[in-house]
């Protein structure tokens, strides 16, 4: 008779090819050995360990989808997701910092960059000896990016950029910034959309960080200030206009950020699973009870559909038969479910549920961020509405 596998119901893991299963292990063999010591301490501290930036470039982890030519790792699409996975599992504000060198900086300067770009920055980044960055929101523009007010004007030999980018990712500890702005012939032009590559010691360039979050404390984040910076024309992206460019990128970090919170939800729900067992009132195991054991219940029929989104997602991306409204679909169930999971297993867990030590609020309080970043909840549902009815709701009628 086959057996129930309580982590893995559906035996996706079963389906990896021997490299994708190869690269897994390594990094679950990273994230539960090195990292797991560092991150809860960074999280509590509020503090970015730069010397794990070179341990995952060491391994490999970091633009693991980028071409070798240029210092990646040329891996599968699946094997970026589960890198994300098992770093997730131990902490969101890592894999934020992971996904952001590798599909927001890696991959637009490889899909954009000209070859003198691409020579410069990728290897050094592809071994974190330098971090990026990726400036799109603004502080009154998140959801709607196209109104960015951002501006880089046309001068001789480069651009001058004014304006300013909020919540951003690696931003005070980050070597290169890849910001998007309306590039204008002139003052009163309207301007298109473009790609830049800030570096930090170009003048009139600042970062500040956002101190205090009670969500990825692990990871910095800051702004991008620009004033009257000139960014010279070898460090444009000289073809992609328009936020095409800036969404070719999401849909890499999106899909990455699908498989992530796999590994978080599984975490917290095999925490629950254990803690229920191990944990008498009224002299049985809480497990012994119908309602945790229906909680659980739900907790792994949702892991399953989220496995098995992600783990199809990522065949689909190499096959090359991926569609966005695919991935929004992907991130948006995978980050609502991942938060139900993570709050419910808080719950289940009581008084100690709260701890740094348990570690499922550490969880809950990522799972928020990674919730609302990179398009929230209910854009994402706003982006599917519009596939499936071809009326977009975004913007009120009427
Ligand atoms: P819309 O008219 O829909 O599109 C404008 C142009 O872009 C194209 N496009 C896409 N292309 C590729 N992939 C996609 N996913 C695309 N979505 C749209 C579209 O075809 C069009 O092209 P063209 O040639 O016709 O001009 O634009 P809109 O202004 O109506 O957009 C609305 C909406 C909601 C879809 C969009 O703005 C959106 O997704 N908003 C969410 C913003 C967001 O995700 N920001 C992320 C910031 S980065 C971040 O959060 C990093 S966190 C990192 C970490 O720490 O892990
Ligand atoms: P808003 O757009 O103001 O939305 C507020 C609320 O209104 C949300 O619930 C939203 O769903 C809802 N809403 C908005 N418009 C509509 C509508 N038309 N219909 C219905 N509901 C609507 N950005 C970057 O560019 N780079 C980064 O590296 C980066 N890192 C981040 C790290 C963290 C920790 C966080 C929290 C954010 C980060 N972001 C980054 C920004 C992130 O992408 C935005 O926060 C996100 O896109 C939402 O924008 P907003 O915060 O301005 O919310």
Same mark, same amino acid.
Request: glycine share 10%; aromatic share 8%.
């Given at each position: 008779?086959? +057996?129930?596998? *309580?982590? $893995?119901?559906?035996?996706?893991?079963?389906?990896?090819?021997?490299?994708?299963?190869? #690269?897994?292990?390594t990094?679950?063999d !990273?994230?539960?050995?090195?990292?797991?010591p560092?991150?809860?301490?960074?999280?509590q501290?509020?503090? @970015?360990?730069?010397?794990?930036?070179?341990?995952?470039?060491e391994?490999?982890?970091l633009?693991?989808?980028i $071409?070798?030519?240029?210092g990646?790792s040329? =891996? +599968?699409?699946t094997?970026?997701g589960l890198?994300?996975?098992?770093?997730?599992r131990?902490?969101?504000?890592?894999r934020?910092?992971?996904?952001?060198?590798?599909?927001? =900086?890696?991959?637009?300067?490889?899909? %954009?960059?000209?070859e003198?770009?691409?020579?410069?920055f990728?290897p050094?980044?592809?071994?974190?000896?330098? #971090?990026?960055?990726?400036?799109l929101?603004?502080?009154?523009?998140?959801?709607?990016p196209?109104?960015?007010?951002?501006?880089?004007?046309?001068t001789?030999?480069?651009? *001058?950029?004014?304006?300013?980018?909020?919540? #951003?990712?690696?931003?005070?500890?980050? $070597?290169?910034?890849?910001?998007?702005a309306?590039?204008?012939?002139?003052? +009163?032009?309207e301007?298109v959309?473009?790609?830049?590559? =800030?570096?930090k010691?170009?003048?009139?360039?600042?970062?500040?960080?956002?101190k205090?979050?009670?969500?990825?404390?692990?990871?910095?984040?800051g702004?991008?200030?620009?004033?009257?910076v000139f960014v010279?024309?070898?460090?444009v @992206?000289?073809?992609?206009?328009?936020?095409?460019?800036p @969404? /070719?990128?999401?849909? +890499?970090?999106?899909?990455?950020?699908a498989?992530?919170t796999?590994?978080?939800?599984? %975490?917290? !729900?095999?925490?629950?699973?254990?803690?229920?067992?191990?944990?008498?009132?009224?002299?049985?195991?809480?497990?012994?009870?119908?309602?945790?054991?229906t909680?659980?219940?739900?907790?792994?029929?949702?892991?399953t559909?989220?496995q098995l989104?992600?783990?199809r997602?990522?065949?689909?991306?190499?096959?090359?038969?991926?569609h966005?409204s695919?991935?929004?679909?992907?991130k948006?169930?995978?980050?609502?479910?991942?938060?139900?999971?993570?709050?419910? /297993?808080?719950d289940?867990h009581?008084?100690?549920? #709260?701890?740094? $030590? !348990?570690?499922?609020?550490?969880?809950?309080?990522n799972l928020?961020s =990674?919730n609302? !970043?990179?398009?929230?909840?209910?854009?994402?549902?706003?982006?599917?509405?519009?596939?499936i009815?071809?009326?977009q709701a975004?913007?009120?009628?009427?």
């Amino acid at each position: 008779r086959n +057996s129930f596998n *309580i982590n $893995d119901p559906f035996l996706f893991e079963s389906e990896l090819g021997e490299e994708d299963r190869m #690269i897994m292990e390594t990094a679950r063999d !990273y994230a539960q050995s090195k990292l797991e010591p560092r991150a809860l301490k960074g999280n509590q501290e509020e503090y @970015f360990d730069p010397a794990i930036a070179k341990e995952m470039g060491e391994l490999g982890l970091l633009g693991a989808a980028i $071409d070798p030519e240029y210092g990646g790792s040329g =891996v +599968s699409q699946t094997a970026y997701g589960l890198i994300a996975r098992e770093v997730e599992r131990v902490d969101s504000g890592y894999r934020s910092f992971m996904s952001v060198q590798s599909s927001l =900086v890696m991959l637009p300067i490889s899909k %954009f960059g000209t070859e003198e770009q691409k020579e410069r920055f990728l290897p050094s980044l592809a071994k974190g000896e330098l #971090i990026g960055c990726f400036g799109l929101t603004e502080p009154d523009h998140g959801s709607d990016p196209g109104a960015m007010t951002t501006t880089a004007l046309k001068t001789d030999g480069g651009w *001058i950029l004014n304006g300013a980018k909020m919540w #951003i990712t690696n931003s005070p500890i980050a $070597d290169v910034a890849i910001v998007w702005a309306k590039a204008k012939a002139n003052k +009163s032009d309207e301007g298109v959309i473009r790609g830049f590559i =800030v570096e930090k010691e170009m003048d009139g360039f600042s970062a500040p960080a956002t101190k205090h979050k009670m969500s990825l404390r692990a990871s910095e984040t800051g702004e991008l200030v620009f004033e009257d910076v000139f960014v010279p024309q070898k460090n444009v @992206f000289p073809d992609v206009t328009g936020l095409k460019g800036p @969404f /070719a990128c999401l849909n +890499s970090a999106r899909y990455g950020i699908a498989w992530g919170t796999v590994g978080a939800a599984e %975490f917290c !729900y095999q925490k629950a699973r254990q803690y229920v067992l191990d944990r008498k009132q009224f002299g049985y195991p809480i497990g012994a009870n119908q309602l945790p054991q229906t909680k659980l219940a739900n907790m792994l029929t949702d892991i399953t559909q989220m496995q098995l989104l992600a783990w199809r997602l990522g065949k689909l991306k190499d096959e090359g038969r991926d569609h966005h409204s695919m991935v929004s679909l992907a991130k948006r169930n995978n980050c609502g479910r991942a938060l139900d999971i993570a709050r419910t /297993a808080r719950d289940m867990h009581g008084a100690n549920g #709260i701890t740094g $030590d !348990y570690r499922v609020m550490h969880h809950v309080m990522n799972l928020e961020s =990674v919730n609302t !970043y990179e398009g929230t909840y209910d854009i994402h549902g706003l982006i599917l509405g519009r596939e499936i009815t071809d009326i977009q709701a975004f913007v009120p009628r009427g």
